[in-house]
């Protein structure tokens, strides 16, 4: 039969602009949240991480918001540049269980 | 330090054959997990093994199997190959089991024909 494919959300920013990057999760039990980066022909690459005790944590350029209330996580890059362009997935995770990811969100920065 | 190695990177088998897919986990990691990426499904789950015990396994058939070597070292094996069955798969490591932050390799590409 036909194979419908995940329909990845798209942004589309300004090289230089800040970007935002959404995730709903979907286990409230969930306690360990990651995001991760993926270029077109390689695997996955670790950005961030957070645990559900906390609700903001900073990186290098980026930041992860928190949102337990709504079970809500956003990525947030600063100073985005052509090499944060990539399909970024937001996972979660509770001990003794595997983690989950996102359909992903592809991310295009136009110079 | 060398990060998490795949072998091969590609791949290409016939339908009912069978496949073996290896990973090499960072140095010093314990754990290494699998997942399947396709068009598709996303990223799902496949397994996870610490101390060369599967301690958890995702929804997928028995044919995919794996294990995990004494060095840390795994493989996935996945019998009677269906077309279905062509993605990437990917492997992680962690330092431990349930660690948390694990980091990924290249992926082997799998096309069945």
């Known amino acids: 039969g036909e194979s419908v494919g995940l329909h990845l959300p798209t942004l589309s920013v300004q090289e230089g602009d800040n970007s935002i990057i959404n995730c709903a999760y979907s286990n409230s039990a969930s306690d360990y949240f990651i995001w991760y980066k993926q270029e077109s022909g390689k695997g996955p690459q670790f950005i961030i991480d957070?645990?559900?005790?906390?609700d903001k944590r900073q990186g290098q350029r980026v930041t992860v918001l928190l949102n337990k209330t709504v079970k809500h996580l956003s990525l947030q890059i600063a100073a985005t540049q052509p090499g944060d362009s990539a399909v970024y997935f937001c996972a979660e995770k509770t001990y003794n269980d595997d983690m989950r990811f996102g359909a992903g969100t592809r991310l295009t920065v136009k110079p | 330090k060398a990060g998490v190695t795949q072998t091969p990177r590609y791949l290409i088998k016939t339908r009912g054959q069978q496949v073996t897919l290896s990973c090499s986990p960072i140095?010093?990691?314990?754990?290494v997990s699998w997942y399947q990426q396709t068009p598709g499904q996303g990223l799902q789950f496949l397994f996870e093994?610490?101390?060369?015990?599967?301690?958890n396994k995702g929804n997928f058939p028995g044919r995919f199997s794996g294990r995990q070597f004494s060095n840390s070292r795994s493989e996935m094996n996945v019998s009677t190959l269906e077309l279905g069955d062509s993605a990437l798969y990917l492997c992680a490591s962690s330092l431990e089991y349930q660690s948390g932050e694990a980091f990924f390799g290249q992926g082997t590409r799998l096309t069945v024909v």
């Open positions: 140095s010093g990691h314990r754990s």
């Open positions: 093994y610490f101390s060369e015990t599967q301690r």
């Open positions: 957070i645990r559900s005790n906390m």
